[in-house]
């Protein structure tokens, strides 16, 4: 059986810069709480006229230009995404339109911010077994259009952000390399920590101006517990997948977390026992852009010649489910 190796990565933005003073001309919040709690300093939102979809296809096709790939290469699309332009089709299919592909399977994950590993789970058993070559994992989200800008919603608004980070992937016969395990975890008990009620079907009618005016289509959290969690279970699932190996965090070149919290992400790398150099970070300039951190992160720590052929590449995320997972990468 062949390894999944990443072949190319990219990501796109929206153009807009939104800075934590801009926040607290919309609400009641400033730049030294946003900072001091979560590490953020901005976030890019959405104009009229972009779409998650939108952003899924330029950051594909800067990710097709790096491997020379054309779209009509790709085999399969796997599209993580908690914020779907739409109800139903998944935007798997509309990414496929985009991109001019009328032949491929698409899968869209909903596993929040543990998305991206989620779908790098299923693509990369989905290569290993030879039933799709080329796939294209996608990490993209909308999260503005859906945030309460209001002081009510100041708790979420600050933390997301919008944008898109793919990986290209493919089988290599050097079984020294690629993806070496995932690991997936859900614990369903928590369910109601962070989630968005509605619309949904157990409601009847499954959206109403009453569940709107009670704010159940904004994203509630129970931070504390989420924040309490995350940096229990991220360490944990590093460790096992460290574990199963038979690495030692002393092997890790580059720890790759998804950025939720700056607070969160230096608790797990103390949990984990990782120096700084072995932790890439850039929530200061993303906040929390759920299933599309990890792959934006990676296509920026690539561009800074974090990561070199053989080195090992470790990735985590913990969110709503809650979700969590691990990857081993060696790159
Ligand atoms: O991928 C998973 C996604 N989510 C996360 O990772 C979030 C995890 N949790 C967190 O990051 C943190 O819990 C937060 C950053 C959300 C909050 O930090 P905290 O230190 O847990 O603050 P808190 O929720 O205990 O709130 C402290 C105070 C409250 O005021 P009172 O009740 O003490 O008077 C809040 O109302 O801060 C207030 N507050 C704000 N103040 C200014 C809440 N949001 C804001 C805000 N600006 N944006």
């Not at 999944?4 to 990565?9: G, H, L, P, R, Y």
């Not at 032949?103 to 989620?118: E, H, K, L, M, T």
């Not at 369903?188 to 079907?201: C, I, N, Y």
């Amino acid at each position: 059986m062949p390894r999944t190796e990443f072949i190319a990565t990219g990501f796109h933005v929206p153009e807009r810069v939104v800075t934590n003073d801009d926040l607290s001309r919309m609400m009641e919040t400033s730049d030294e709480w946003i900072a001091q709690r979560s590490g953020i300093r901005t976030r890019h939102w959405v104009s009229a006229g972009e779409t998650g979809v939108s952003l899924a296809r330029e950051a594909t096709c800067r990710a097709l230009d790096r491997a020379g790939m054309q779209a009509a290469d790709l085999d399969c699309i796997v599209y993580c995404t908690c914020t779907p332009d739409h109800f139903e089709p998944g935007n798997g299919v509309f990414l496929a339109r985009e991109l001019g592909l009328s032949d491929v399977p698409a899968i869209d994950v909903r596993n929040q911010c543990s998305g991206f590993v989620y779908g790098l789970s299923v693509a990369d058993a989905w290569i290993r077994t030879g039933q799709y070559r080329r796939v294209l994992l996608v990490g993209a989200e909308v999260h503005s259009r859906g945030l309460d800008r209001t002081t009510r919603g100041r708790d979420t608004a600050v933390l997301f952000g919008d944008g898109a980070g793919v990986a290209i992937l493919g089988p290599t016969d050097d079984l020294q390399r690629g993806v070496l395990t995932t690991h997936l975890y859900a614990d369903g008990r928590h369910a109601e920590k962070l989630w968005v009620d509605a619309p949904g079907l157990a409601h009847d009618p499954f959206i109403s101006e009453e569940l709107i005016r009670a704010g159940k289509h904004r994203a509630v959290m129970d931070g504390r517990d989420v924040f309490k969690y995350a940096s229990v279970l991220m360490p944990q699932s590093i460790a096992t997948a460290l574990k199963q190996n038979g690495l030692t965090p002393a092997d890790v070149k580059l720890l790759v977390p998804h950025q939720a919290n700056l607070r969160i992400i230096e608790m797990v790398q103390k949990a984990a026992g990782l120096r700084d150099d072995q932790v890439y970070v850039n929530i200061q300039k993303y906040g929390n852009t759920t299933a599309a951190s990890i792959p934006i992160a990676l296509h920026e720590a690539l561009d800074e010649g974090r990561l070199a052929r053989g080195d090992l590449l470790v990735l985590t995320a913990f969110g709503s489910g809650f979700t969590w997972a691990s990857a081993a990468v060696r790159w």
